[in-house]
């Protein structure tokens, strides 16, 4: 299912639409402040299996998660296009199947209202990746997405192309911030 939603002002009726989907253990694909994301609740341990399925991801791969809280050490880049590597020791309420062997998670608050609206109506994060194609084609156009996705998650929530670069991911389990790749935030305050 297609579900067409303004980028800015996502419309309730249509963000509720979104979180059912979730709630009931299925796989949407939605815009985030970089590009867009497959994602589902990380309650739903088939559902984070379908989507290693989908990208064809070993499980000891993380993927990251879509929050809606603030991390001292993170306040001044959130919400923005980052992508932050944590201990998971710190994550406790996560599901085990979501942390990687390294012990880390990554978390992600994007400056998206369609994001930050679907985690604030699920009222927990969402596991998160990009959409991409097997050759690691990032796919920001909505008709894309469609053409390669319709038969493998229940919704597209469509707010227009993208052009932009995924998330800036920053290593924050050592005694000093780790650029591991540098994408569409600013690193300058970290170097």
Same mark, same amino acid.
């Given at each position: ?8 002002? !996502?419309?309730?009726r249509? =963000?509720?639409? +979104?979180?059912?989907v ?8 939605? !815009? ?5 994301g497959?994602g ?13 399925? =989908?990208?064809?991801?070993r499980?000891?791969? !993380?993927?990251?998660?879509v929050?809606?809280?603030a ?13 932050? =590597?944590? %201990? +998971? +020791? ?22 998206? %209202?369609?994001?930050? +609206? ?15 194609? @097997? @050759? ?40 000093? %911030?780790?650029i ?10 970290l170097?």
């Amino acid at each position: 299912m297609r579900l067409a939603i303004h980028p800015v002002n !996502p419309e309730p009726r249509l =963000i509720e639409r +979104a979180v059912e989907v979730l709630k009931t253990g299925g796989i949407v694909i939605y !815009p985030t402040d970089t590009v867009y994301g497959i994602g589902c609740s990380i309650e739903n341990k088939n559902a984070i299996e379908k989507i290693h399925l =989908i990208k064809h991801q070993r499980q000891e791969k !993380p993927f990251s998660f879509v929050c809606n809280m603030a991390f001292r050490t993170m306040k001044h880049l959130i919400p923005g296009p980052y992508t932050f =590597i944590l %201990p +998971a +020791a710190k994550m406790k309420q996560f599901p085990r199947i979501l942390v990687s062997k390294r012990r880390t998670v990554g978390i992600r608050v994007p400056d998206s %209202p369609i994001a930050l +609206a679907l985690v604030r109506e699920l009222g927990h994060p969402i596991l998160s990746t990009s959409v991409t194609l @097997d @050759d690691g084609t990032v796919l920001n156009d909505p008709d894309l997405i469609v053409e390669h996705f319709h038969n493998r998650v229940e919704m597209i929530v469509d707010a227009g192309p993208f052009h932009s670069t995924p998330s800036t991911v920053i290593d924050l389990t050592g005694e000093q %911030p780790e650029i591991i790749r540098e994408g569409s935030g600013n690193v300058s305050s970290l170097v």
